[in-house]
């Protein structure tokens, strides 16, 4: 195994223990077996990209290039903005139901195509899976699932799956740009401008 491998793997390795996740549950929510994962793990086998990005973002991280000059900033942000709680969160039914929503998503891409609508779908559910959504936002959400679930396989279902990445984008969007719920003046006058 290359020796820059080996740091990634062990930090995921040490992410996926700290949140008490067993490689099971981890092979579960990546769409790996559990047995290519302990491979992983254990250095016995090096991982392909796309298996290796599936297990970390199971795990809710995400695998980013920075440009190098930067990475002391973001290192520092990191550290900054980190708390006990971004582990996964195991036990908890939302992520098991984001995880199968993911599942979803990549076995109705293997079967009818990529789209955009389902590319969407896939992002934001990456994304608001990060992320903490009220009960009635996540209600929407579960709502939304189902909905994908019932239509995967129906004729009509390239209207509904666009209807259902619009909703999750709105949803995404409206967490994502949430702001004070007073209106704001457009300007306001300085004391001497009166």
């Known amino acids: 195994m290359a020796y820059q491998s080996e740091s990634l793997i062990a930090h995921a390795r040490e992410v996926r223990e700290a949140s008490g996740t067993s490689q099971r549950a981890l092979s579960e929510r990546a769409g790996l077996t559990q047995s290519h994962i302990s491979q992983i ?66 076995k109705m891409k293997q079967l009818d195509g990529s789209s955009a609508d389902l590319d969407r779908i896939e992002e934001t559910l990456r994304f608001l899976r990060g992320v903490n959504i009220s009960d009635q936002e996540m ?19 390239a209207p509904v799956v666009r209807d259902i990445a619009q909703s999750l984008q709105r949803l ?11 209106p704001r003046p457009a300007y306001s006058l300085d004391d001497g401008d009166a």
Do not use: C, W
């Open 41 to 106: 793990e254990s250095g016995k086998m090096e991982p392909g990209l796309s298996s290796f990005i599936d297990m970390t973002r199971a795990l809710d991280l995400e695998l980013m290039l920075v440009p190098k000059k930067l990475v002391p900033a973001v290192r520092g942000l990191i550290k900054a903005q980190a708390t006990p709680d971004m582990h996964i969160r195991t036990g908890q039914p939302d992520n098991k139901r984001f995880a199968r929503a993911e599942r979803l998503v990549k």
């Open 139 to 157: 209600q929407l959400v579960r709502e939304l699932i189902a909905r994908l679930e019932r239509y995967q396989a129906s004729a009509q279902a």
């Open 172 to 182: 995404r969007n409206s967490i994502a740009h949430a702001g004070p719920s007073e």
